[in-house]
């Protein structure tokens, strides 16, 4: 069992910043697969996969987010981020944290959720 706690969302303007964190509690945080996943209420109810850092530190990110976002982990903090530079309107959405052993942001463990807003 893993418990995960986001935090960080807010409002941004267009082409601002900010950074979310999630942090675990639970054992065995430094063997899963650390993904941030989002979903726009009202449109999807899929949690889309934005990026993912495996166990050994490999990221990989969704090309709409490349060159503008950046996954992190601390196993030893038990700690995810999110670093959101250059924020578009269209990432507005509900971003949740994931761990997860196979398929990231489609099985394993969820946070509850925190709101980003990007104004124009």
């Known amino acids: 069992q893993v418990d995960l706690v986001e935090s960080g969302g807010g409002l941004a303007q267009s082409g601002g910043s900010l950074t979310l964190s999630c942090e675990a509690s639970g054992s065995q945080f430094s063997s899963y697969t650390a993904s941030w996943c989002r979903r726009v209420p009202g449109k999807s109810p899929i949690r889309e996969l934005v990026?993912?850092?495996?166990?050994?530190?490999?990221?990989n990110y969704i090309d709409s987010i490349k060159g503008r976002f950046s996954i992190a982990r601390d196993n030893d903090k038990k700690r995810i981020y999110l670093q959101m530079n250059n924020l578009k309107p269209e990432d507005t959405a509900a971003y949740y944290c994931n761990v997860a052993t196979l398929y990231p942001c489609q099985t394993g463990y969820w946070g509850q959720g925190t709101q980003v807003t990007v104004s124009e």
């Open positions: 990026a993912s850092i495996s166990s050994d530190g490999n990221a």
